[in-house]
């Protein structure tokens, strides 16, 4: 397996005020992003979230441990020019045009001529913005300058792109917008390392997150199993009169609007749609109970979460 970034226990502190108290922000993160995956760092603001990202891009140096992408050094141009970064609040030229900007970007990277109008064409049409080709940046709204910004963080071509808090501050349309894109992007083979205060948006998103709070890895893994309740179901039905009661006694019942909500154990998932079937009733819906990422890291954390 390739691994795209690798960080090894990070740590970071920031010195503050003009006594230059230590203030720390980061301790001892480890995480492992293999190639091809979509990675999810999780935690509320003030987890030190932005401070991991700027040591994976290199912008910021660790007080100690290390970062390797793609199984070298970090401050190597050569791996530098195979990561692409979007920072959490990104500065932009107000007054160029969407393709000025995109253009301006891909000269930095010393992308010839040719090859620049092509690839801004290319990557205007990808992020859906290519009728804002000739709209100065100042037009644009939050969610079209977001995704300018993951245009500009890809004009590179690279092969693991980094961004900080994609969804922040976008509408329903535009975190949607968001998910989409990113998930296009993983699909063409991009590695991606995004963070998120917003944990119910990585759901669908990340093969795989680390939950950050006051700078430590608090839960690490698959989402799935994170939000594993260890089995449990919860049947839907309708049509049930008002007396029904299961035959196997289920864990939990709930009415709705002539809904019953049946929370029982998977061994009686089968007796129960059967018990439900034979008294008239119709089946709506049949799942397997998980947590919500918010009910994840109030478990986690209870009331101790970094805040600020
Ligand atoms: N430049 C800085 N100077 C001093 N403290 C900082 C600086 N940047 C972040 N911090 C502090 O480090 C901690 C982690 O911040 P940050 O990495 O920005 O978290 P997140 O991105 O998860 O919100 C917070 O306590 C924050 O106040
Ligand atoms: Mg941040």
Redesign the pocket.
């Known amino acids: 397996m390739d691994i795209a970034l690798e960080l090894e226990h990070l740590s970071k502190s920031?010195?503050?005020g003009w006594r230059k108290t230590e203030?720390?922000?980061?301790v001892d993160v480890s995480l492992t992003v293999p190639a091809g995956t979509v990675f999810g760092l999780l935690?509320?603001?003030?987890?030190?979230?932005?401070?991991?990202?700027?040591m994976a891009v290199g912008f910021l140096h660790p007080d100690s441990g290390s970062v390797h992408i793609f199984g070298q050094e970090t401050l190597d141009p050569k791996v530098r020019a195979r990561i692409g970064f979007l920072p959490?609040s990104p500065y932009f030229y107000p007054h160029l045009t969407a393709g000025k900007a995109l253009d301006f970007y891909a000269r930095l990277f010393g992308i010839e001529r040719a090859v620049r109008r092509e690839r801004v064409k290319r990557l205007l049409e990808m992020v859906g913005l290519s009728d804002a080709v000739k709209l100065p940046l100042n037009k644009f709204s939050k969610g079209m300058l977001q995704r300018f910004g993951i245009a500009q963080a890809l004009v590179n071509d690279p092969e693991l792109l980094i961004v900080?808090?994609p969804a922040s501050g976008l509408d329903p349309i535009g975190q949607v917008e968001m998910r989409k894109l990113l998930n296009s992007l993983n699909e063409e083979g991009k590695s991606i390392l995004l963070?998120s205060?917003y944990l119910s948006e990585v759901e669908n998103i990340c093969h795989e997150v680390a939950v950050?709070n006051k700078?430590k890895v608090i839960a690490r893994g698959k989402i799935e199993d994170l939000l594993d309740t260890g089995g449990a179901y919860s049947v839907m039905a309708s049509g049930l009169p008002k007396s029904w009661r299961p035959v196997e006694p289920p864990a939990r019942q709930e009415r709705l609007n002539g809904t019953v909500r049946l929370t029982v154990e998977k061994k009686y998932v089968g007796s129960l749609i059967a018990n439900v079937q034979s008294s008239g009733g119709l089946i709506e819906d049949v799942r397997k109970v998980t947590k919500t990422l918010e009910e994840l890291f109030v478990d986690l954390v209870g009331g101790d979460a970094?805040g600020?």
């Open positions: 920031y010195k503050v203030r720390t922000a980061v935690g509320p603001n003030g987890a030190g979230k932005t401070t991991t990202i700027k959490e900080d808090e963070s205060h950050l700078g970094s600020g």
